[in-house]
């Protein structure tokens, strides 16, 4: 069991860092681009909303293997000189962004509006309507959505090594591994632990954030 | 533009395979009527229950593993649904020869084996190189046929051979022999390690990759889609193709044997081989006369 871990150490360990810059950088756009869509989904202005809805509806309903295929084989047969890096990544994170807007939108809309109205009343202003009063419960609210599109965009991230991109991530790794060793079950055992570690890392850091920021009801 | 070229060719490759096995599905059990797996139903050798070989024929088919994108080896028709191509005929000619109808399934360089582990496949001819790993998983039949590995770069590369890989990108099929062999030619190359060689034909046609390496007729087959790729420097090296069969099943790989010699003793192999690969390589194909140990050694001194 043990054996295909160490003999094969440097392709399950490359794989493994492959995955966390994919999943790291994914997030990133996920996060920035799912905040200003959310952003536009709530302004009090009918077009921009329309936009972030547009967004929402295009990335979240497209599989994202039929992204990493337009931005890859598409675009560059366009013409457009995108590499596998720059492809897998603004694929996962502008998918996931679609998510992530959607969660922050619902969190901006479990603040009652009574509050909202409250505030406006007391004399603050929109913008600090929001600042001091809306997103500080939003954040609380979308906490662990937001932990679970993480978890769910790690997973997802393996699709992009096993698409045209073939970026050498954790699972192309133990597929490589496999190919050369026909130790199946061994081999994507080790795989899923290093999915695991990943993915539990995430877990425990949202449990934190959770009750550092937990709302007593 | 592309398409419609390849439509053509899968076409006019169609029109040839239909005078081999009727209209119905790939299942062609009508193959018997056909000169390449011409067997009189007579002849048809009956095998105990208990066998692997009598329970494919009380099931009346037997399930074998091909490549769906390998032309000239094992292509899906898209117009007809029907693969065809070299390794098909093998199939086709062990399913006469045993009076049952041939299933083809799809199974890429990644999944073979399993397959054959599993019985989601009977009989593997999947373009699959003799090899001394895969010999201790599965059994192999005599080689059928023998291929040379080159390189394929777009028509205006100034690659010229193995040696101008180092720093560029090539792509080749994950659990291919080829991983192994590009590491030691061209250990600075980047490897694109993909599930398809259909993919690797798009990634050098969209220039993610600046060179594709496999088998001289994989690659073949992808320049007859896209004639503005080229074929590159010397022959890296030499592929034997077998039949991967379940580990064990030595009866089993006798009874290929059998089929395999009868098609290259009465001719019936140099027409096919003309039929699918001769055509487009212009070359006239020798069937391969060495046995699997043989075929091991040539693949180890690659």
């Known amino acids: 069991m043990l054996d295909v871990l160490t003999d094969h150490w440097s392709e399950f360990s490359s794989g493994f860092w492959v995955t966390v810059r994919i999943v790291v950088v994914s997030f990133g756009i996920a996060m920035v681009v799912g905040t200003l869509v959310a952003a536009l989904r709530i302004a009090p202005v009918k077009w921009l909303q329309r936009i972030g809805g547009v967004y929402v509806e295009i990335f ?3 599989p994202l293997l039929v992204l990493l295929f337009i931005s890859y084989a598409g675009l560059r047969r366009a013409d457009v000189n995108i590499n596998a890096w720059v492809a897998g990544t603004g694929s996962l994170g502008l998918y996931t962004a679609a998510y992530v807007a959607e969660a922050l939108r619902s969190g901006v809309f479990s603040v009652g509006k009574g509050q909202i109205e409250a505030s406006l009343s007391l004399g603050f202003s929109y913008a600090e309507t929001l600042r001091r009063i809306v997103l500080p419960q939003a954040f609380r609210t979308v906490i662990s959505p937001l932990g679970s599109l993480t978890i769910a965009m790690i997973k997802n991230s393996a699709i992009i090594g096993v698409s045209l991109l073939a970026l050498p991530d954790l699972l192309k790794q133990a597929r490589i591994v496999q190919a050369r060793t026909f130790q199946t079950d061994e081999t994507f055992f080790w795989a899923a632990v290093g999915y695991l570690i990943l993915t539990g890392t995430v877990t425990l850091i949202i449990r934190n954030l959770e009750r550092r920021f937990a709302i007593r009801r | 533009m592309q398409i419609s070229r390849w439509l053509g060719i899968a076409l006019s490759a169609g029109v040839l395979a239909v005078a081999g096995c009727g209209d119905e599905d790939d299942s062609g059990g009508s193959g018997a009527s056909s000169d390449a797996t011409a067997a009189p139903a007579a002849s048809v050798e009956k095998f105990p229950a208990d066998t692997t070989l009598g329970k494919i024929q009380e099931k009346g088919e037997i399930t074998i593993g091909v490549k769906f994108d390998v032309p000239p080896f094992g292509v899906k028709n898209p117009q007809s649904g029907d693969v065809e191509g070299f390794d098909i005929e093998m199939g086709k000619a062990v399913a006469a020869k045993l009076g049952v109808k041939p299933k083809f399934i799809e199974a890429i360089s990644d999944n073979r084996i399993p397959f054959l582990e599993d019985g989601t496949a009977d009989l593997i001819l999947s373009t699959m190189t003799i090899n001394e790993e895969r010999v201790e998983q599965i059994e192999f039949s005599d080689p059928y046929f023998i291929a040379r590995g080159r390189v394929l770069v777009p028509g205006d590369s100034d690659i010229t051979g193995v040696a101008d890989l180092a720093g560029k990108n090539v792509c080749t099929a994950l659990g291919s022999t080829y991983e192994a062999n590009l590491k030691k030619q061209a250990p600075e190359a980047k490897l694109k390690l993909v599930d398809s060689y259909s993919e690797c034909l798009e990634l050098v046609q969209n ?5 594709v390496s496999t088998d001289d007729v994989i690659l073949t087959g992808m320049i007859i889609q896209d004639d503005t790729l080229k074929l590159v420097g010397d022959e890296l090296t030499q592929e034997p193709y077998g039949a991967g069969i379940k580990k064990g099943d030595t009866q089993m790989v ?9 098609l290259k003793d009465d001719g019936t192999w140099a ?20 046995g699997v140990d043989e075929a091991v050694e040539l693949v180890k001194n690659n």
């Open chain 2, 254 to 262: 006798e009874f290929v044997n059998g089929v395999f010699k009868g």
């Open chain 2, 271 to 290: 027409k096919l081989h003309e039929q699918w690969i001769g055509k487009y390589t212009g070359e006239k194909g020798e069937p391969p006369t060495i």
């Open chain 1, 60 to 62: 979240r309903n497209i």
């Open chain 2, 207 to 211: 220039g993610a990759v600046d060179a």
